[in-house]
């Protein structure tokens, strides 16, 4: 907070991208163990990277 009252834009700003990055982080990581632990999930992604790759060949 006293980076605010100062006005440490750079300390703002490296706070809100640390931040953000540990958010999208955790999020990616969560995705990625709820398809490993639900195998309709993990089913879901597999057929959808298989389709992309046959559409692309088209």
């Known amino acids: ?3 605010a009252f100062n006005r440490d834009y750079t300390m703002i700003l490296g706070t809100t991208v640390f931040l953000s990055s540990l958010i999208v ?3 990616l990581v969560s995705d990625i163990i709820a398809a ?3 195998p309709r999930l993990r089913h879901q992604f597999q057929g959808a990277a298989h389709e992309h790759r046959h559409t692309a060949i088209r």
Request: proline residues 0%.
């Open 36 to 38: 490993w632990l639900n």
């Open 25 to 27: 982080f955790f999020n």
């Open 1 to 3: 907070m006293q980076a």
